[in-house]
């Protein structure tokens, strides 16, 4: 039996937020003499998934928006056809993505069976402890609502007077006259007045649904209608530098959100900031310590902090772990097959750092 005893930890950091892929699933990897007790993996590139949620307003103007005041005393209708788009929220997480030209052996001694646990992407969950890849949960669209003023659905609430009516203010007349018409019979119906009552409250309530449905239509006609859908959108970002200002996408009225290259939208702009540099670990002297031979490489990362804004207004800021502002240090790799207390290790697939190191006590 294998009980995990916790000895100390190296270089913790919080768990990222997220991805921008969801988790496939991870594999386990055994050294054995198949592969000579050598097992190769890569440390990851860091990217940003800067994460876009967008909402996009689409009004349409009834055909007797010209009569709205005139026969219902209405005045906030909408009088023309128009679409906008608005930031609903933005967010910024980081991923890692194999670096192919990073890869690394892992060479172990014969006499164990340590095996790495690697996730979809291929990059370093853990060693000799399971760990499982987190599943990103992703925001999702949402498509807009029907408009009772597409298709054909509204001439259902449309009466003889306006199909007879010569022009549109006879139309118009004759559908608020239906509007009142059908408001009092609701009336009637709710204060049991009307003529013919309904022998149960299921058949009420339907009388009392279709009613409103009708009113809903032909109001619509002077008012108007507004529907909203949401669309999540997602941009690739590879930090490098300290860099100011850079575009990363537009948002524009018409297209919504768009490339940094379309010019039909304003710009949201990125700033980002190194605050820390990972360093090598040092001795007691101040002195940096060797690479132990065949050491199992990992990344000691920095950080930065990184920003959106548009129009002058900050969308989102973070400060995020990046393997390309850090270091590379290896661990000695016979710590792994200690048959008495072998190490593990726990890592940080978006940066290739330790989040948990410890040994594993071995009962008899």
């Not at 916790?6 to 997220?18: D, E, H």
């Not at 496939?24 to 940003?48: C, R, W």
């Not at 014969?110 to 925001?139: C, H, Q, T, W, Y």
Request: hydrophobic letters at 40%.
């Amino acid at each position: 039996m294998i009980r995990k005893n916790l000895q100390y930890v190296l270089l913790a950091v919080a768990m990222l937020s997220g991805s921008s892929a969801v988790a496939q699933e991870s594999q386990k990897m055994t050294a054995n003499k198949l592969n000579d007790y050598g097992l190769i993996y890569s440390l990851p590139v860091t990217h940003f998934n800067i994460e876009v949620e967008a909402v996009r307003t689409i009004k349409k103007a009834g055909p007797y928006f010209k009569y709205a005041k005139k026969y219902l005393g209405v005045t906030d209708i909408i009088k023309s056809n128009t679409q906008s788009w608005d930031v609903l929220g933005v967010s910024i997480s980081s991923y890692g993505v194999p670096n192919k030209d990073n890869e690394y052996l892992m060479q172990l001694k014969s006499g164990a069976a340590p095996f790495l646990m690697l996730d979809g992407e291929g990059l370093p969950l853990s060693i000799n402890i399971e760990a499982k890849e987190e599943v990103v949960k992703r925001k999702r669209n949402k498509l807009a609502d029907k408009s009772v003023l597409d298709g054909v659905d509204y001439l259902s609430a449309v009466s003889e007077d306006m199909v007879a009516s010569e022009s549109m203010m006879k139309r118009a007349e004759a559908a608020a006259a239906k509007i009142f018409e059908l408001r009092e019979s609701r009336n009637d119906l709710v204060s049991g007045r009307a003529e013919q009552t309904p022998p149960d409250g299921a058949s009420l309530k339907l009388m009392l649904d279709e009613l409103n449905r009708q009113e809903a239509i032909l109001t619509a006609m002077f008012v108007g209608t507004t529907q909203k859908e949401t669309k999540v959108f997602r941009f690739d970002y590879v930090p490098s530098a300290d860099v100011q200002n850079e575009i990363v996408f537009r948002v524009s009225d018409f297209n919504g959100i768009v490339d940094k290259n379309d010019l039909s939208g304003e710009p949201v702009y990125l700033n980002l900031k190194v605050t820390e540099r990972g360093e090598l670990p040092v001795n007691e002297k101040g002195e940096v310590k060797e690479t132990p031979k065949g050491a199992v490489m990992y990344c000691i990362p920095g950080k930065a902090q990184v920003s959106l804004s548009y129009m002058d207004k900050e969308l989102a800021k973070e400060t995020l772990s990046v393997a390309q502002f850090g270091v590379e240090y290896g661990l000695e790799p016979k710590i792994f097959t200690n048959k008495k207390a072998p190490a593990y290790v726990i890592f940080e697939p978006e940066t290739g750092g330790i989040k948990e190191i410890g040994t594993l006590e071995v009962e008899n």
